[in-house]
């Protein structure tokens, strides 16, 4: 008898709450941005069409004030961050948000924000280098945001991307992957991994003092270490030399001990090379450096990549004398480069404490590029998400005043990343511990890469 | 001990004793005894229904859905760990699995939800009926180490299996069917409006947190969970008394991974997104601290234990840059404060860890058992 | 060896440089062991916070050697008596309170104190690469074409001085025995008059100065040390599971087991090893360990746990 009662009370109950509940939908997406995924959307075509609506309407009627959106109040636009600022990770993190930072401090304190009347803020959060805490963190925030300046690390931004094409939200990877260039959510800047790898062995073969050299390759057993590869494979194809032998390290995970190179050197020793190109982050680039020095027969030339490069190792002899690192631009303080003279005085400025480093630049040259975006999005009068994604393909060339190549927007499958690199080599008197060697090479074939 | 412990006889009204009093078999196996509990039980489907409406917002409903989710997987633990006293570190591990069965059989193949949860469910047996025997060999310590091992080579696989993994880059999980009948919880429309996904997935996901917790507070007083727990208690009496050893290990086994490789689906279709290092010590850590926070041993200190765990560590990041937290937290590079905001979580999870064992190791379900005891036996507090 | 090598299609040079490279790595493995094995012996308690110790004590080495300008082998010493005074004061204020709890129980306090001490630690020292600045690293032995750092040969020596420390002291000094008599059966000991808390205590203190010295090894080279040597701990448990939890020579032996097995893997993978996928050196060690574990539950040298009916 009690039973039949409460289960009555309970239907009662639940049928009430079936109709308050109803009120309290919430449809996705505010406006017409894309369905949820239903069915395994090729979301390129869709984002498309999306924009080319919005585009119609944006010419018939003059920009005005932009609206109030999702992150812009009418006043303040806010920025997402999601970056560690915790873990191992955070020694790239911190850096790349300082370099944010001080952009953005600069664009607010000399120019009064974006069209000299919008102020920016940033909102950081940390992602512990972890998908599912960077899903919740994203949760958090995004609705509170015009755009994300910088998010860090390919599994982070990978296991995003649904949510970033979802909500139609901009973001800027904090990394080389060439994945990114044909995201049509993506802000990339820079040339890729592949671009770099390109560029390094065609720099490294052209002098004459090298030819002949035997080259190798030691990359990491990740996605980024065969990105990588790749760029060698490709650069020996078209320089018709062969790689000998191609050596594999376990990737830095949570769970991997201390690597140590010794069973890949003397791999890499057995096939003579004289010539490695290393796939790495800096916690792979001090065992190397250890197992080189420590092994005196062996003195092969490294080339490293931009994500390699601490600037405590420019104190190490070895890589002092046998190491070349492939990146962008030009030394740091350069006053020749206007670009680098400007992001001088503004780390000067607004960042006096922190020291020159590679992280920082490409965290100031995010804010640069999201600069660009933000005042191509107020000149046409729409902060909304859809107005974002429209004056990042409208937006033509950013441009990064020398400091970084030159990147041509506009659709995702349109986009021209950067092709050149620059060369360095170790030197604990510089700035960074690095000094130029050459600016902005570019192999003749470099174009002919297909990103897919 | 059983009669303070089990969800009580009958309340204390007119003539009836004041105190609850196991009489009869039966009220030992009733799972909603008596009014109170049936009150709550009203109480939790009005939350159920009422917290997805406008109230809460997407990002609460998300960390809500993932205390569900964690929910789900450390009563799968519990069921191992708290009532068969077998000890894992290697949960993670299933849940892994879960979330890559999800991606690959619901997303790249495109298999419909109600084919893919039960199969993510049936793999999860498959499993522990193979990992189970290790237990019968291997006691204590070494158990603890040996299912440690198991995140590694589980890491290794989720690697290099790339057709179904991804490899090292992970697997996007887009577009996988989660529709039960007509309600399509990858939007859910009733009645004429539409829910966003953070809502669907709420209802989804707390859906099976009750369906679970039924599930297993009734497999832990049927003949099994009896010989679970007998074994927990004393393996040796309980192999004495006519319990089969290895088919009970087997089956806690097996029952626990099917748990939390249900987990790893609903995971999966929240972060839309599943990578090997996501499957680390870390989330084995995570939810052995759910289930000890909670309360080792009880169906609903698994639920507890994740509102405990997966709030804290939300609270503490919502209020990174209030008054009370900010000059302690740091949460950026520009700021001053001395911990960064993953910092303090991880220390206080620690803290969290080391002072429910020194002073409640029961958890906190222990401290509701004993607020309920003192309500009941007022004014004999004792 | 050399008969042997080229079957292997991997010069003889080579096998012996990798094997001496998995000696190394195996009797550092093994410095960790010890650790693991002096708190299991006196208190059957797996210390999961020994990789906190290990953190701790290569952390307080930078801090004495660079940050104080220090001589290096006197903050060597300093940083082990520090790790030390950490494991008494650990002991003192939170482990005392768990003697005779299930081990389930205190493998998860050592857990949490491994959380909370390790993020201590980043907050403290920061979390990039720092340079120990040792004075081996970089220097060589030759002999017969086979190069030995001298950080190999100091980490070699060691262990086997804390070995050799251990065996003694368990069998000679009074207070070994009375570790050994605890281990046993903690009643009879006591009745002994021997005093239970003070040997707990000395046998965390040794835990932690063992793992400072450990520490130390592992963040020697250039640029080494970075918060990651933490895990270094879970690398060492198969090295203690698999020479038995209470043993020490099982314990060097099982180190220099998983560091050659380790250090071959890596070398013969690439030719001989594609079906196991990228990296196999990672999961190697556990499957060693499962193995053995299946036909010896106890390890090869642990005790077996009698049980009676």
Redesign the interface.
């Known amino acids: 008898m009690m039973q039949k009662r409460w289960r009555r009370l309970l239907a009662v109950f639940l049928a009430s709450m079936l109709v308050l509940g109803a009120c309290g939908g919430r449809d996705d997406d505010d406006g017409d941005a894309a369905p949820p995924d239903d069915d395994t959307p090729t979301d390129t075509a869709d984002n498309g069409d999306d924009t080319d609506d919005t585009d119609d309407t944006d010419d018939t009627e003059p920009p005005g004030d932009p609206e109030p959106a999702p992150g812009f109040d009418g006043e303040t636009i806010r920025l997402g961050v999601l970056t560690p600022t915790s873990g191992t990770v955070a020694v790239i993190g911190n850096p790349l948000t300082a370099g944010n930072q001080a952009y953005v401090d600069y664009l607010n304190e000399e120019l009064g924000g974006i069209a000299g009347q919008y102020p920016v803020e940033l909102v950081v959060e940390d992602s512990a280098y972890d998908p599912t805490t960077a899903g919740q963190r994203y949760a958090a925030i995004s609705d509170d945001v015009v755009a994300f300046v910088q998010i860090l690390g390919t599994p982070v931004v990978n296991a995003l991307l649904p949510d970033l094409i979802e909500d139609n939200v901009i973001a800027g990877p904090a990394s080389l992957d060439s994945a990114w260039i044909r995201e049509p959510n993506l802000m990339p800047i820079g040339g890729p991994y592949q671009v770099q790898a390109i560029n390094a062995v065609d720099w490294y073969f052209s002098q004459p003092e090298n030819e002949g050299q035997v080259l190798c390759t030691l990359a990491s057993d990740d996605e980024y270490g065969d990105t990588g590869v790749a760029g060698v494979e490709f650069a020996a194809d078209n320089l018709g030399i062969d790689i000998a032998v191609q050596a594999e390290y376990p990737a830095p995970s949570p769970t991997r001990p201390a690597q140590t190179f010794e069973s890949q050197i003397g791999q890499l020793e057995g096939g003579d090379c004289d010539v490695i190109f290393f796939v790495a982050t800096p916690t792979d680039t001090a065992p190397l450096n250890t197992v080189l020095t420590e092994n005196t027969d062996y003195n092969p030339t490294v080339l490293g990549q931009s994500p390699s490069w601490l600037g405590l190792f420019a104190g190490f002899e070895y890589l002092q004398e046998n190491f070349f690192l492939a990146s962008e631009g030009t030394n740091y303080g350069d006053e020749s480069v206007p670009g680098m003279a400007e992001l001088v005085r503004i780390k000067e400025t607004y960042a006096p404490e922190q020291e020159p480093d590679l992280y920082f630049n490409f965290g100031y040259l995010q804010a640069m590029a999201m600069h660009q975006i933000l005042e191509e999005a107020v000149a046409r009068g729409d902060l909304s998400r859809d107005g974002m994604v429209d004056a990042m393909e409208n937006v033509g060339t950013l441009s990064f005043d020398g400091v970084f190549g030159d990147y041509e927007y506009g659709p995702a499958d349109e986009r021209q990343p950067p092709t050149s690199s620059s060369f360095f080599r170790p030197d604990p008197d510089s700035p960074m511990g690095l000094d130029l060697v050459e600016r902005d090479y570019e192999a003749d074939y470099v174009g002919d890469f297909t990103f897919e | 001990m059983r009669a303070v412990l089990a969800p009580f006889g009958r309340g204390p009204s007119g003539g009836r004793p004041s105190r609850n009093l196991v009489l009869d078999y039966r009220d030992d196996l009733r799972i909603f005894p008596d009014?109170w509990a049936?009150i709550g039980?009203?109480l939790l489907?009005?939350l159920?229904?009422?917290l997805?409406?406008?109230?809460v917002?997407?990002?609460g409903l998300?960390?809500l859905s993932?205390i569900g989710i964690f929910a789900i997987g450390a009563i799968g633990l519990n069921l191992l760990?708290g009532y068969t006293g077998q000890?894992s570190l290697g949960h993670a591990f299933f849940i892994g699995v879960g979330s890559y069965t999800a991606a690959y059989l619901g997303?790249e193949l495109?298999w419909p939800f109600l084919v893919y949860v039960p199969a993510a469910a049936l793999i999860g047996v498959g499993l522990g009926v193979v990992i189970g025997p290790?237990a019968l060999?291997?006691?204590?310590?070494?158990l603890?180490?040996?299912t440690?091992?198991l995140?590694?080579?589980g890491?290794?696989?989720f690697?290099?299996w790339t057709s179904v993994t991804g490899?090292?880059?992970?697997t996007?999980?887009?577009?996988a069917d989660m529709s039960i009948g007509p309600l399509?919880f990858?939007?859910?429309e009733?009645?004429?409006?539409?829910?966003?996904?953070?809502?669907s997935m709420f209802f989804l996901v707390w859906a099976l947190v009750a369906l679970t917790a039924l599930l297993a507070k009734n497999l832990v007083r049927s003949r099994m969970g009896r010989a679970m727990q007998a074994v927990r208690d004393r393996d040796?009496s309980a192999e004495?008394i006519g319990v089969d050893l290895a088919r009970t290990k087997v089956g806690a086994f097996a029952w626990s991974s099917a748990f939390a490789c249900v987990a790893g689906v609903l995971?999966a279709l929240?972060?839309?997104?599943a990578?090997?290092?996501?499957f680390?010590?870390?989330l084995s850590?995570t939810y052995?601290?759910i289930i000890?926070i909670g309360g080792v041993g009880t169906i609903f200190g698994a639920i507890v234990g994740s509102i405990f765990v997966v709030g804290s560590e939300?609270l503490i990041?919502?209020n990174?840059r209030s008054d009370w937290l900010g000059p302690l937290v740091?949460?950026?590079?520009?700021d001053a404060g001395?911990?960064?905001?993953?910092?303090?979580n991880?220390?206080l999870?620690?803290?969290?860890?080391?002072g429910f064992?020194?002073f409640e190791?029961r958890g906190l379900a222990a401290l509701w058992f004993r607020a309920k005891a003192w309500f009941l036996t007022w004014p004999f507090s004792y | 060896m050399s008969a042997l090598a080229p079957v292997l299609a991997v010069t003889g040079t080579d096998l012996v440089q990798n094997l001496i490279g998995g000696l190394a790595l195996g009797s550092k493995y093994a410095l960790i062991a010890l650790g693991f094995v002096v708190v299991f012996r006196a208190t059957g308690v797996i210390n999961f916070a020994n990789g906190a110790f290990v953190l701790v004590g290569a952390y307080m080495t930078y801090q004495f050697f660079q940050t104080w300008e220090l001589n290096f082998y006197l903050s060597i010493v300093l940083s082990m008596v520090f790790g030390f005074l950490l494991g008494i004061v650990l002991e003192a204020i939170v482990l005392r309170r768990l003697v005779g709890e299930a081990p389930f129980t205190v493998i998860m306090v050592t857990i949490g104190l491994l959380f909370i001490i390790d993020n201590l630690v980043t907050a403290v020292w920061g979390a990039a690469n720092l340079d120990l600045g040792d004075p081996w690293t970089g220097s060589v032995v030759e002999a017969g074409g086979i190069q030995i750092p001298h950080r190999d040969l100091w980490a070699m020596g060691f262990t086997g001085v804390v070995l050799c420390g251990f065996l003694l002291f368990f069998r000679y000094s009074s207070m070994g025995l009375a570790m050994r008599a605890t281990a046993m059966d903690p009643e009879a000991a006591l009745a002994q008059g021997i005093s239970a808390r003070t040997v707990y205590r000395v046998t965390w203190g040794i835990a932690g100065l063992v793992a400072a010295l450990a520490g130390t090894t592992f963040a020697t080279g250039t640029g080494s040390l970075q918060p990651g040597l933490g895990l270094l701990a879970l690398a060492a448990f198969p090295a203690m599971i698999l020479g038995g939890m209470d043993s020490p020579l099982g314990a060097v032996l099982g180190g220099i087991i998983i560091g050659l097995v380790q250090q071959l893997t890596q070398l013969l993978a690439p030719e001989y090893m594609e079906w196991a996928g990228r990296s196999p050196e990672i999961v190697v060690p556990y499957v060693v360990m499962i193995i053995i574990l299946m036909v010896r539950p106890y390890g090869l040298f642990g005790t077996p746990e009698v049980r009676r009916v």
């Open positions: 009014r049936r039980l009203v489907a009005f159920y229904l009422w997805p409406s406008q109230q917002s997407d990002a998300r960390t993932t760990t000890v997303a495109g290790f060999r291997l006691r204590g310590h070494y603890v180490i040996v440690l091992g995140i590694f080579l890491r290794h696989i690697n290099n490899g090292n880059r992970g996007q999980i887009r577009g399509d990858s939007g859910l009733l009645f004429g409006t539409t829910y966003s996904r953070e809502q040796l004495i995971s929240q972060i839309r997104f990578g090997a290092d996501d680390g010590l870390f850590i052995v601290a000890i939300e990041n919502q990174s740091s949460t950026g590079p520009t001395w911990l960064s905001v993953g910092e303090l991880a220390i999870f620690g803290a969290f860890i080391v064992l020194l190791p």
